[in-house]
């Protein structure tokens, strides 16, 4: 795991390249600025990993990127995504590795932390549309003879399916449901941010 800040200065890099779509994504249903706040969250989280003494053990790291994220995004994607990454934190253990095994573990956790503080669910029109299809993808009976690039490859796929669902669906949470049936037509940022994340991770991976 001694790549992590590697993989992390890869996913922000995907993040603040994408700044303006997710921005024009934002403007068709909400406040247009998710893309500002995700580029100046992860801005200051490279920042704050850049000042760790120690960044091979995955745990502090993530509880950092938690952290940040809610001191620096803006609107409700930074105590949301702030929430999955401190969950992901708090599941880390000495058995946490690159593996599947491991990879299942931190999304269930970090779902599961997005759940409770959003109180949104799959169909939603959240994030979790890309996240939960992603994880699904981890769990045991899913991955019975596959590698893990074959897992972290068909979750790539979930998560631009999870992206394509939000646009078929009206939304329910945050400022997207005041337009309500408006809404349909139109990608959720969460969910586009969501996948630019795993994606770059994955392609970080696969280097």
């Given at each position: 795991?001694?790549?992590?800040?590697?993989?992390?200065?890869?996913?922000?890099?995907?993040?603040?390249?994408?700044?303006?779509?997710?921005?024009?994504?934002?403007?068709?249903?909400?406040?247009?600025?998710?893309?500002?706040?995700?580029?100046?969250?992860?801005?200051?989280?490279?920042?704050?990993?850049?000042?760790?003494?120690?960044?091979?053990?995955?745990?502090?790291?993530?509880?950092?990127?938690?952290?940040?994220?809610?001191?620096?995004?803006?609107?409700?994607?930074?105590?949301?995504?702030?929430?999955?990454?401190?969950?992901a934190a708090q599941a880390c253990d000495d058995d946490t590795s690159m593996n599947i095994k491991s990879f299942e573990k931190l999304l269930g956790a970090a779902i599961n932390g997005i759940q409770a503080r959003g109180r949104a669910e799959k169909g939603d029109k959240?994030?979790?549309?890309?996240?939960?299809?992603?994880?699904?993808c981890f769990q045991p009976e899913n991955t019975e003879g596959k590698s893990l690039f074959a897992v972290l490859e068909e979750a790539s796929h979930a998560a631009k399916a999870g992206v394509d669902y939000t646009k078929t669906i009206a939304a329910k949470k945050g400022r997207a449901s005041l337009v309500g049936e408006r809404s349909i037509g139109y990608e959720d940022p969460g969910a586009v941010s969501s996948m630019l994340m795993y994606r770059a991770l994955y392609a970080f991976l696969k280097k």
């Open positions: 795991m001694t790549r992590i800040k590697d993989a992390l200065d890869a996913v922000a890099a995907a993040i603040i390249a994408q700044k303006d779509y997710l921005c024009s994504l934002d403007a068709k249903t909400g406040d247009g600025d998710h893309g500002l706040n995700m580029a100046r969250g992860f801005s200051a989280v490279r920042d704050a990993v850049d000042e760790m003494a120690d960044t091979t053990k995955p745990g502090p790291v993530l509880e950092t990127i938690g952290q940040t994220l809610i001191e620096n995004v803006g609107g409700a994607a930074g105590p949301l995504y702030g929430t999955g990454f401190l969950k959240t994030m979790l549309d890309v996240l939960i299809p992603i994880h699904q």
